[in-house]
């Protein structure tokens, strides 16, 4: 999604025989597309609130693996016999984690996960992604 971003369509015109849907749809992405550098439009991507809860003998690999997800890992608490680990990470590297979580733990640790904010997608050391190199 386009986030703080106004435009505004200051002329157009329509002709029975040339005009659909679909053309000013094309009309409109050329548009982004030339005006998008000169804005400086940034790639956002969702970051993810997760609190994972564990046994205390998987805290290490679980932090670990958080840190290799790009996460900033907030807090780590004592709760009874658990850990409950608090991190924002960003929601591109989440997938499969599940799986990866039943692995670490066997099975003993669980996580939830809810949308927080939005974040500049960074690009230093790799190669940008195809949506911000479309714009380059």
Same mark, same amino acid.
């Given at each position: 999604?386009? #986030? ?52 205390? #003998?998987?805290?290490?690999? #679980? ?13 780590? #608490? ?30 003993? &640790? ?13 690009? &230093? ?8 190199? &479309?714009?380059?």
């Amino acid at each position: 999604p386009m #986030i703080g971003v106004k435009a505004t369509l200051m002329d157009g015109a329509y002709h029975h025989t040339d005009s659909s849907a679909r053309a000013f749809e094309i009309a409109g992405r050329a548009c982004f597309r030339e005006a998008a550098p000169k804005l400086g439009v940034q790639l956002l991507e969702p970051i993810m609130k997760v609190e994972v809860v564990t046994p205390e #003998i998987y805290v290490i690999n #679980i932090i670990g693996d958080l840190h290799g997800r790009r996460s900033l890992v907030k807090s780590r #608490i004592s709760r009874g016999e658990a850990i409950v680990v608090n991190a924002m990470v960003p929601l591109a590297t989440m997938f499969k984690y599940f799986d990866n979580l039943r692995s670490m733990s066997r099975d003993r &640790a669980t996580y939830t996960m809810q949308f927080d904010h939005y974040a500049p997608v960074p690009t &230093a050391g790799r190669d940008p992604p195809p949506a911000v190199a &479309a714009f380059g």
